[in-house]
């Protein structure tokens, strides 16, 4: 980057120390009304004219937010999403956005939400029986990945069914291990609350419609973010395929034998479908689709060394695979206006990051179920290290990207100066 490029980022920086300073100490001030639990998730076909300005002033605007200016490629006209989002990664930057922060229904990618709150609760290797009060209230016609009753699993498994099937009753056997549903539901609104994703209003864990749920663009950006500052998060999100264990049988000698069958990464970016390719670099991360939100997508992928984050919600086009054709129309832009365009916003950090440093919950390695620190140490950045991992051919995995970056500096006056390269280390992608 140009040395004139530097100095106006870290006076950019400097400039919006202040602006972070109220939005970690008055969020209030700059998110629009929480919705009442009665409500409905936005039945206007047009975003409210008073948004949220968390993550810069544009990003409350409706319509599109960009800044086009010489050598700067221009936006897909073919998106037609009702709100949409382009960040990158890294910097916490948002290149573009369109009504960033409209509040709707977020279908499965609150799914996101969940596991980065529930995922460091338990170890992988943790057993679970499933009792049949651990199925009950899941709504009907949900996604599932064919939990059984009296049936016992590992927690792995049952990540494995959240992230790759979708299964609401995999998101409802993890909660009644958390204490249960409600309890489940109050701590991800706290984690929402955490992570200044004040759009979003839990109600249902799994995301499934329910009145007063809604999150928006710029709030499932800013979760996946957090999310795949996570190992397992990370490892779960890229993986394209998995066997997952079935029901118990008695074999032809009368002996109770359990097999596996196949399940699928239901990220058509991930694994391709009919008329879809994968996506060059794809890591993740999480796609929904419900009759009140139609379909939502958060994906993350990575280019040449650059990570960028895209969110699309409820595209008006009705093309078989839309939302994801629109998410890699939106990721083409962005890797190609990386590093050219002006940002219109930020990705903000989580509220106690600035006291803190790394993420709350976060392991050294992010793995799930122990404590320590998250992700890197030092305010130093390292070139990416590349290192194959293979399971058998259970999954897409194929190589870790680390990423390290800076954490924060507490400044005097009781203002924060966020470094802008807000860790994601060990970022996975699925090998081409």
Same mark, same amino acid.
């Given at each position: 980057?140009?040395?004139?490029?530097k100095?106006?980022r870290?006076s950019?920086?400097?400039?919006?120390?202040?602006?972070?300073t109220?939005?970690?100490t008055?969020p209030?001030?700059?998110?629009?009304?929480?919705?009442?639990?009665?409500?409905?998730?936005s039945?206007?076909?047009?975003?409210p004219a008073?948004?949220?300005?968390?993550?810069?002033?544009?990003l409350?605007?409706?319509?599109?937010?960009?800044?086009?200016?010489?050598?700067?490629?221009?936006?897909p006209?073919?998106?037609?999403?009702?709100?949409?989002?382009?960040?990158?990664?890294?910097?916490?930057?948002?290149?573009?956005?369109?009504?960033?922060?409209?509040?709707?229904?977020?279908?499965?990618?609150?799914?996101?939400?969940?596991?980065?709150?529930?995922l460091?609760?338990?170890?992988?290797?943790?057993?679970?029986?499933?009792?049949?009060?651990?199925?009950a209230?899941?709504?009907?016609?949900?996604?599932?990945?064919?939990?059984?009753?009296?049936?016992t699993?590992?927690?792995? !498994?049952?990540?494995l069914?959240?992230?790759l099937?979708s299964?609401?009753?995999?998101?409802?056997?993890?909660?009644?291990?958390?204490?249960?549903?409600?309890?489940?539901?109050?701590?991800?609104n706290?984690?929402?609350?955490?992570?200044?994703?004040?759009?979003?209003?839990?109600v249902?864990?799994?995301?499934?419609?329910a009145?007063?749920?809604?999150s928006?663009?710029?709030?499932?950006?800013?979760?996946?973010?957090?999310?795949?500052?996570?190992?397992?998060f990370?490892?779960?999100?890229?993986?394209?395929?998995?066997?997952?264990?079935g029901?118990?049988?008695k074999?032809?000698?009368?002996?109770?034998?359990?097999?596996?069958?196949e399940i699928?990464?239901?990220?058509?970016?991930?694994?391709?479908?009919?008329?879809?390719?994968?996506y060059?670099g794809?890591?993740?991360?999480?796609?929904?689709?419900?009759?009140n939100?139609?379909?939502?997508?958060?994906?993350?992928?990575?280019?040449?060394?650059?990570?960028l984050?895209?969110?699309?919600?409820?595209?008006?086009? !009705?093309?078989?695979?839309?939302?994801?054709?629109?998410?890699?129309?939106?990721f !083409?832009?962005?890797f190609?206006?990386?590093?050219?365009?002006e940002?219109?916003?930020?990705?903000?950090p989580?509220?106690?990051?600035?006291?803190?440093?790394?993420?709350?919950?976060?392991?050294?390695?992010g793995e799930?179920?122990?404590?320590?620190?998250a992700?890197?140490?030092?305010?130093?950045?390292?070139?990416?290290?590349?290192?194959?991992?293979?399971?058998g051919?259970?999954?897409?995995?194929?190589?870790?990207?680390?990423?390290?970056?800076?954490?924060?500096?507490?400044l005097?006056?009781?203002?924060?100066?966020?470094?802008?390269?807000?860790?994601?280390?060990?970022?996975?992608r699925?090998?081409?």
């Amino acid at each position: 980057m140009p040395a004139p490029k530097k100095t106006a980022r870290r006076s950019l920086l400097l400039a919006s120390a202040t602006l972070l300073t109220v939005s970690l100490t008055a969020p209030a001030a700059l998110a629009a009304p929480r919705p009442s639990p009665s409500s409905t998730a936005s039945p206007s076909a047009t975003p409210p004219a008073n948004m949220s300005t968390v993550g810069g002033e544009r990003l409350g605007r409706p319509g599109t937010q960009v800044n086009l200016a010489d050598g700067v490629p221009v936006l897909p006209k073919d998106v037609s999403a009702r709100s949409w989002i382009v960040a990158d990664a890294e910097s916490g930057e948002v290149l573009a956005a369109h009504n960033a922060h409209w509040r709707l229904a977020p279908a499965s990618t609150l799914k996101m939400l969940f596991a980065d709150t529930v995922l460091p609760r338990f170890p992988k290797t943790m057993k679970h029986k499933v009792a049949v009060s651990d199925l009950a209230g899941i709504g009907a016609g949900s996604s599932m990945v064919g939990i059984k009753e009296n049936e016992t699993y590992t927690v792995h !498994d049952l990540w494995l069914g959240v992230f790759l099937r979708s299964g609401n009753d995999a998101v409802h056997v993890l909660s009644a291990m958390n204490k249960g549903v409600d309890n489940t539901v109050k701590e991800m609104n706290e984690h929402a609350e955490e992570l200044q994703a004040l759009d979003t209003h839990v109600v249902s864990p799994d995301g499934y419609d329910a009145p007063g749920q809604v999150s928006s663009a710029y709030d499932l950006t800013l979760i996946a973010r957090s999310g795949m500052q996570k190992k397992d998060f990370r490892e779960y999100a890229a993986t394209a395929t998995a066997k997952f264990p079935g029901e118990t049988a008695k074999n032809k000698k009368g002996k109770p034998v359990r097999k596996s069958f196949e399940i699928q990464n239901t990220n058509r970016l991930l694994t391709g479908d009919y008329g879809l390719s994968q996506y060059r670099g794809i890591a993740g991360v999480k796609n929904g689709n419900t009759t009140n939100a139609g379909a939502t997508f958060t994906g993350v992928a990575e280019r040449d060394g650059r990570v960028l984050l895209v969110t699309v919600m409820n595209p008006q086009n !009705d093309e078989h695979n839309e939302v994801y054709k629109e998410t890699a129309r939106l990721f !083409d832009w962005g890797f190609k206006a990386a590093g050219k365009v002006e940002p219109v916003g930020e990705l903000v950090p989580p509220k106690g990051a600035a006291q803190a440093g790394p993420e709350p919950g976060a392991t050294a390695s992010g793995e799930a179920g122990q404590a320590g620190g998250a992700g890197t140490s030092g305010g130093g950045s390292a070139k990416p290290v590349a290192s194959a991992r293979t399971e058998g051919g259970s999954s897409g995995i194929g190589v870790a990207l680390a990423i390290t970056g800076g954490l924060l500096v507490l400044l005097a006056g009781g203002a924060f100066l966020v470094n802008r390269r807000w860790p994601l280390p060990d970022l996975v992608r699925r090998r081409r």
